[in-house]
């Protein structure tokens, strides 16, 4: 049996230095079958220059005429490849080597390939390094308690970032990336594949991927000035998509915290407490955690973020504090 073709879709604009180091990271894949689709989003003479610069069949160039979004981008990408799965790389993040190698082995041993196999990654930002998810999802958990719902005394719940995303090229054609989206298109797209595509989710353990935050980008990622309206706009669409109390933590925590980075007046938080409320009725704990994020400086709960993580580490085995470091 033919191993199959794993699509590498890498969307990029105006980055020509970082594309060429991510498609190092795609090429340098163990895994023995890998294309590597590039898709320059608008007029970008230089990114095409160093696309092309590539000479290696395995490097595909899209070059757009016209700037459509990430989104977009990527949906286009797909419909251009040739494998019968498709992983996700952002222009300015890396792999390990043996990233797509070890997410095919999970695969073969899916009874259900109609699947998203995710794993933990290392977001670097200057000097720091912290590793996400911090936690697997358990058994029967569906894909919107995960990503909203805290667990313990954590005030949000999990990660799963777009550059280490696996999933079959049938489940992408079928739900495709919302286009327009400014802000947590792979957010949108997991609650989309989880329940209107039917998929599961699995997520390795290991270390897989490296999101760069900042320091490492030739301008602010779109991440430094979270659109959240638009965000708002494409989680108000698939609503009925949410278990009630899923949704509200996601206003609790997602979109209020990006409302605070972007200094949003009192009557905006107010709106959202309110819309907190009516979706997810008066629970205590999805209320307090409002206003925790609301009343406390985002630096004090980065701090007491810290200490938490520290005394759990403390309290843990070493694989634990393995996974965590």
């Given amino acids: 049996m033919e191993t199959p073709l794993v699509s590498v879709v890498i969307p990029t604009r105006n980055r020509p230095r970082l594309i060429i180091r991510a498609i190092q990271s795609a090429l340098s894949q163990t895994y023995p079958r890998v294309e590597v689709v590039v898709v320059v989003d608008g007029p970008d003479n230089e990114s095409v220059s160093s696309v092309a610069n590539f000479q290696d069949e395995r490097v595909k160039l899209v070059a757009l005429s016209e700037n459509v979004g990430g989104s977009e981008a990527r949906n286009r990408g797909v419909r251009e490849s040739m494998g019968d799965w498709i992983a996700f790389l952002d222009d300015d993040d890396e792999w390990l080597p043996d990233k797509i190698e070890k997410q095919m082995a999970l695969v073969a041993n899916l009874p259900n390939k109609r699947a998203v196999v995710s794993s933990r990654f290392v977001e670097r930002s200057g000097g720091e390094a912290r590793t996400y998810p911090v936690r697997l999802p358990i058994r029967n958990e569906q894909i919107d308690d995960y990503m909203c719902r805290p667990r313990g005394m954590r005030a949000g719940g999990e990660l799963l970032q777009t550059s280490t995303l696996l999933v079959p090229r049938s489940l992408i054609i079928d739900v495709p990336f919302v286009p327009g989206l400014k802000r947590g298109q792979e957010f949108v797209w997991l609650i989309e594949a989880g329940t209107r595509g039917g998929a599961a989710y699995h997520v390795l353990p290991e270390v897989l991927s490296f999101f760069n935050a900042d320091g490492f980008s030739d301008d602010a990622r779109v991440s430094k000035k979270p659109n959240w309206r638009s965000f708002y706009s494409g989680l108000k669409s698939i609503r009925h998509l949410f278990q009630p109390r899923a949704y509200a933590y996601c206003i ?4 209020l915290t990006d409302s605070i980075a972007c200094n949003e007046p009192f ?50 085995g070493p694989s634990q504090q393995a996974a965590e470091a």
């Fill in 252 to 255: 609790a925590t997602r979109l």
């Fill in 267 to 316: 009557q905006v938080k107010l709106t959202l407490l309110r819309d907190c409320i009516s979706c997810g009725g008066l629970n205590p704990k999805c209320v307090a955690t409002f206003l925790y994020i609301w009343m406390m400086p985002p630096a004090t709960r980065r701090s007491l973020g810290e200490g938490l993580r520290f005394l759990r580490r403390l309290g843990s």
